[in-house]
């Protein structure tokens, strides 16, 4: 079975350019994670998704990200503009009800 | 609110050797607490969780972590390091069963020397 899919797996961008993180989670799960990895901050939990509609999203840094899940295999994490603090690993992740989430691979993100 | 504490971000073992990562925790509830275990370039993979259920845990890869409230701990414990056990060890904790919102400690970073 295929786990969770992201896309791009690294991305290098300049300052002010917007960045587009995807995420394709596991079928049939009905919960997505997106997270954010960085040195100082560790892992920290941006925003979460249930049956497509986002539920918490107190984690988002600014109004510069923003998060979408369209359909159920389907979500993104926009950036807008991005700035070289945003440099990061971006994990994507689901679950099934109350279990234990899956993470993807990540996405390395580096703005110049 | 809930944290993870682990102590020691760089742990080093001799091939063999006993694992012992540690992590202890706070939280106002039960708590459900996870390892995961993060390879170079690559995504966390579960490695054992409770639920309040057993206080000892068993996971993949030979490792086990033992529950203990009245420490707040939840220290991983492996009887036998393996070269392939290098990795970076996260702690992570929710408060019970009704909340998906893991909280997770700083990460210790095994090394196995040969």
């Known amino acids: 079975d295929a786990g969770v899919i992201q896309s791009p797996r690294h991305e290098v961008t300049e300052m002010g350019q917007e960045v587009t993180l995807r995420c394709k989670p596991i079928?049939?799960?009905?919960?997505l994670f997106w997270y954010r990895q960085t040195m100082m901050r560790g892992l920290e939990l941006l925003i979460y998704f249930n049956n497509n509609v986002p539920i918490d999203d107190s984690g988002m840094p600014e109004d510069r990200f923003s998060a979408k899940m369209p359909n159920a295999s389907f979500s993104t994490l926009k950036i807008q503009p991005s700035e070289p603090r945003d440099s990061a690993v971006y994990f994507c992740?689901?679950?099934?009800?109350?279990?234990?989430?899956?993470f993807g691979p990540g996405t390395r993100l580096l703005v110049l | 609110a809930q944290s993870v504490t682990q102590l020691g971000s760089h742990v080093s073992v001799s091939e063999g050797a006993l694992v012992l990562l540690r992590c202890n925790y706070s939280s106002s509830v039960p708590p459900y607490l996870f390892w995961y275990v993060q390879y170079p370039n690559q995504g966390l993979q579960l490695l054992l969780k409770y639920t309040s259920a057993a206080t000892l845990v068993k996971g993949i890869n030979g490792f086990e972590a033992e529950f203990k409230k009245s420490e707040t701990s939840f220290h991983l414990t492996k009887p036998s390091a393996h070269m392939s056990d290098a990795a970076e060890y996260f702690c992570a904790v929710t408060p019970g069963a009704g909340s998906y919102q893991l909280t997770f400690g700083k990460g210790t970073k095994l090394s196995v020397i040969p």
């Open positions: 992740a689901s679950s099934t009800g109350k279990q234990t989430q899956y």
């Open positions: 079928s049939g799960h009905d919960y």
